[in-house]
């Protein structure tokens, strides 16, 4: 069983739209993460949840809004498209929010190309 | 503020050839540590962590990383690589509730 999973893999989308990226883990972790990581493979957090609450926001355009209907998931919805948001999403998990101790696993990657 | 540095942010080295990454951080508490490592079209593995005790810690496919307190690094050794090493290295540090990652080093191993 995938530890971390996303959907979908790939998304091929227009500028303007609105887009959803899901993310569900079944490890029993508490904590989950979006990362963003552009075409320089930099990789920057986005945002993090700890049983459903929101507890890092990073500076994001608020275009972007996380959502975490119970602590397994956490679904990504990005409106009004653009051509930079085109990159690879990840989502990740750990156990607590100190991260103390623990390390996050990671999901395959969503690759959103916006044309 | 807090940051993570990468040293190299590309190596090309030849099979058997030895590989050190270069990490250093800037956080004034205690850390944890760790290399991630991305192969081609794939997502983040985990290498190796540190979290205390030894400062000398062993990963997986032969990498290791030492800890240098006083030097805030965490810099990751493979005596031999091989092609199967190509890939994107990152170090990541966590500190005040965030995972934080750094730029990344692409290491090319030519055959």
């Known amino acids: 069983d995938t530890a971390v999973s996303q959907t979908p893999k790939y998304l091929v989308t227009q500028m303007g739209n609105d887009k959803s990226i899901k993310c569900e883990q079944n490890?029993?972790?508490?904590?989950m993460y979006w990362y963003k990581q552009d075409s320089k493979k930099f990789l920057k957090i986005m945002f993090s949840?700890?049983?459903?609450?929101?507890?890092i926001n990073e500076t994001v355009p608020n275009r972007f809004s996380p959502k975490s209907p119970d602590k397994a998931h956490l679904n990504l919805h990005i409106n009004s498209l653009e051509l930079g948001d085109s990159a690879v999403y990840f989502c990740?998990?750990?156990?607590?929010?100190?991260?103390?101790?623990?390390?996050?696993?990671f999901g395959q990657g969503t690759r959103l190309t916006v044309v | 503020a807090q940051s993570v540095s990468q040293h190299n942010h590309h190596v090309i080295l030849s099979e058997a050839a030895s590989l050190e990454l270069g990490c250093n951080y800037s956080y004034g508490g205690t850390v944890n540590l760790f290399w991630y490592v991305q192969y081609p079209g794939q997502h983040l593995q985990l290498l190796l962590k540190?979290?205390?005790?030894?400062?000398l810690v062993k990963g997986i496919k032969g990498f290791e990383a030492e800890f240098i307190k006083s030097k805030f690094s965490f810099n990751l050794r493979k005596p031999s690589v091989q092609w199967s090493d190509t890939a994107e290295y990152f170090c990541a540090v966590h500190g005040w509730g965030k995972l934080q990652f750094g730029a990344g080093t692409q290491v090319v191993v030519t055959p």
């Open positions: 540190y979290f205390s005790g030894d400062p």
């Open positions: 490890l029993g972790h508490d904590t």
């Open positions: 990740a998990s750990s156990l607590g929010t100190a991260l103390m101790n623990t390390e996050a696993f």
């Open positions: 949840y700890n049983n459903k609450e929101l507890i």
